[in-house]
């Protein structure tokens, strides 16, 4: 039974305002339950769509012939997943097909009611809840034994079957399907971090090196407000071995070529002396590797960020978020900004670049919450700063309380519009008047000069774009159409 799991091509939310999202690797969960269904001896293959035109994916459908598709489906790019179901179903409409990820998860009710071209949705981890999928398919049997998922049964009744429990040791899996993959076809690293890309490792530029991502854990044991992942790993974490990960980044080097690994857990350092195990290792097994992750500044210790750079750490992002103790406890972040200073201290101290990542637009953001993380960049002095306007997600507590709001509800997600701007409580304009102070509070001298020219033209330009639609960009003039909460009623 031929079986495809793909990855749906690029949703160009650019006509709502947004750059493009730019694909910063393989598809690791699909390529993790297709390796996982392979070693069942299940005929699967991961094929990743997400630079594909449209017209190439009717044909590679047509082509192909797959009797199961199994399709990623994440909230940024949920309308074109929904978008290749159908195209899934109009080249065989015998094609069963299969949606994950994780707004399949959280809104599986309304995409069973509203996309009749879905048959099957695969809620939370999906490796083993797949595969027993396909085997009730291939047996002829009922799907209603097997546990983790959603359908609509003959009554066209949606049945929700119990819930799956989550695997407890991750080092079960097989490695991901990585011979599906053409890692020369995403960008390479100076691409997507460019602030990054001069950096030299053992003589060698980071920027041009093939990289790769690693996931070692899954979930996050924390319950920030805004963020989703936390949610759809049930606010856990579980990690694989060091002696697990070390095994797959040394097939990545030798059997692929990958000279630069980013670790995508959610939070890579939990426990410092796994970090530590992996830094060994790769020191060890003298891997020329430049690599970075991502963590928290409450889970750092001086003897793991010392084995960090001995490995080939290059930059370390942090979830920073705000200045303000104040934002900090709305958000439920549970971090003090004294731990901050400490944090990037020591990594500074050892060479390793702290980047902190930085939200504008929080509940209970003010020009005072503003200027306090103004003061914090300051103080800590970061060489690059990664800001972002908070988003809501489905399911996120923030999402409960934008609910409660009256500022979106369900049916929003109904609509082609990307997540949206947490701006109850002031206008897209003022969030980007932020945005640029704040970066501009970390500039140089000449940069500062431009961007205090910028910063008060930015406001000018989008306070047009927000009243007429025209929106004035480097290379023209276009119309945009902004995240209208109620647009399509």
């Known amino acids: 039974m031929e079986t495809l799991l793909l990855n749906p091509p690029l949703f160009d939310a650019t006509e709502y305002g947004k750059p493009p999202l730019l694909s910063a690797g393989a598809p690791l969960g699909l390529a993790y339950i297709g390796a996982f269904a392979k070693k069942e001896g299940y005929n699967v293959r991961v094929n990743d769509l997400y630079f594909w035109p449209w017209d190439k994916v009717r044909r590679y459908l047509r082509t192909e012939k797959p009797k199961i598709v199994g399709i990623t489906c994440l909230t940024e790019g949920r309308w074109n997943a929904f978008k290749l179901a159908k195209l899934a179903k109009e080249a065989n409409d015998s094609i069963k097909v299969v949606m994950g990820g994780h707004h399949a998860t959280y809104m ?5 009611r509203h996309y009749p071209e879905v048959d099957v949705i695969v809620m939370g981890e999906g490796e083993i809840t797949f595969a027993e999928l396909l085997r009730a398919w291939d047996q002829g049997c009922d799907i209603d034994r097997v546990d983790g998922i959603a359908y609509r049964d003959k009554k066209r009744e949606i ?60 979930g996050c044991p924390f319950k920030c407000q805004f963020c989703s992942t936390a949610v759809f790993w049930r606010n856990k974490w579980r990690c694989r071995s060091s002696a697990n990960i070390l095994e797959e980044i040394e097939m990545l080097y030798y059997d692929f070529g990958i000279r630069h690994i980013n670790f995508a857990d959610d939070t890579f350092t939990v426990k410092p002396e796994r970090t530590i195990g992996i830094c060994q290792g790769i020191v060890k097994k003298h891997l020329n590797l430049s690599w970075d992750c991502t963590t928290r500044v409450d889970y750092v210790t001086p003897e793991m960020v010392k084995c960090m750079k001995e490995a080939g750490c290059v930059f370390t992002s ?5 200045g303000s103790e104040k934002i900090l406890r709305t958000i439920n972040k549970e971090i003090d900004i004294k731990r901050v200073f400490e944090t990037f201290k020591l990594f500074k101290d050892v060479g390793i670049i702290p980047y902190p990542l930085l939200m504008v637009g929080n509940p209970g953001e003010s020009e005072e919450t503003i200027k306090e993380t103004i003061r914090l960049l300051k103080t800590i002095r970061p060489s690059f700063t990664g800001v972002s306007k908070t988003m809501i997600f489905p399911e996120t507590a923030l ?53 205090k020219v910028l910063c008060w033209l930015k406001p000018l330009r989008n306070l047009i774009t927000l009243k007429t639609g025209i929106k004035i960009t480097r290379v023209g003039v276009r119309i945009v159409r902004h995240h209208v909460r109620n647009e399509g009623r």
Do not use: C, M
């Not at 942090?318 to 705000?322: A, F, I, M, P, T």
């Not at 206008?427 to 001298?445: K, R």
């Open 108 to 112: 599986y009710e309304q995409i069973l």
């Open 159 to 218: 049945i929700k079957t119990s819930r799956r429990t989550p695997l407890k040791d991750l080092d079960q899996l097989p490695f991901p399907l990585y011979e599906d993959i053409d890692f020369d076809n995403y960008p390479r690293f100076k691409v997507l971090y460019p602030h990054f890309a001069k950096i030299r490792v053992n003589g060698l530029s980071v920027g041009d090196r093939k990289y790769a991502s690693v996931i070692g854990s899954r």
């Open 318 to 322: 942090l979830g920073v978020e705000s």
């Open 399 to 451: 999402y409960q309380l934008a609910k409660k709001q009256g500022f979106l509800d369900d049916y929003y997600w109904l609509t082609k519009l990307p997540p949206p701007y947490y701006t109850v409580e002031h206008e897209l304009s003022q969030l980007e008047t932020w945005v640029s102070q704040i970066l501009l509070a970390n500039a140089s001298f000449w940069r500062k000069t431009l961007e």
